[in-house]
């Protein structure tokens, strides 16, 4: 289990030391996921440049506007009193680890009650990260790990805190000890972009590439969780043309027509139809 520096609560900027969890023994029910990137639980969204992207709502699910070559972070907001479990993928590979195990088994980011915190990339050893950033599906870090089944996705599983069980211990003002935390296991970095001979149509679909490094120190800590997900947020990116296809964004070409249509009537000042075979004599 790991923790790094972050922001504690939605309206206070002062770094912070926040927490991720592995939880180690988590029995989760799946389930399908929301359509919404907010529930009462925990409210997502993708940050560039600190700015929210604008979410479009259509085809039964949330999407956003991907920005070619642009960073991006992952905001998550608690918005209860107790502690949560984050399981987040982006293009499926989860944010700590980049391993594609179901959300019951993979490793989770712990926000305390009503906190805030970024996570602008994944986390390569207990120092460092590497950035987000928007690229093509060749370029991307699933294809350089060779998994590319769920590119475009940013998808979060939320896990409330067991509710602590107050002993005797407790009343008598007892405390426990806790067993030093085990080493993170730091995974290779990945090169931050990958050359391709040929152009494919993979060039025109947004995926997300494995970026720079930033310093993101974190320590690893034990959560007992509920057995049920209490949220399962999904997200789909695309870049501008894509969207358009999909009918989420309208054709700036077409929009553009149709203003000019609306702006059409059928009369004006009072002519005769002009000739064209006696114009110009």
Known sequence: MYEQHGQRGSKKTAPILITICIAIVVVAASGPPAEALESDVCHIEILVDG??????????TTYIEA?????????????TDRRLAVALAVDGLNSIDAKTTDARRASKWVLGPHETITINGWQTSTTDARRFFFTTEEQSYGAWLEKVENLGVIEAVIFREQARRVTLGDVLGE????APAAADRARPAAPAQQGSAAKSKADDLAATGIGRRIDHRVRRVQLELEDRPAAHLRLRYEYRQQLVHLGVLPSTEEQQALERRERARGFSDFEFAPDPFTRGR
């Open 51 to 60: 700015s929210p992207l604008t979410e479009f709502a259509a085809r039964g």
């Open 67 to 79: 920005l070619r070559g642009r960073e991006y972070g992952v905001r998550l907001t608690n918005r």
């Open 175 to 178: 405390r426990s000890s806790e």
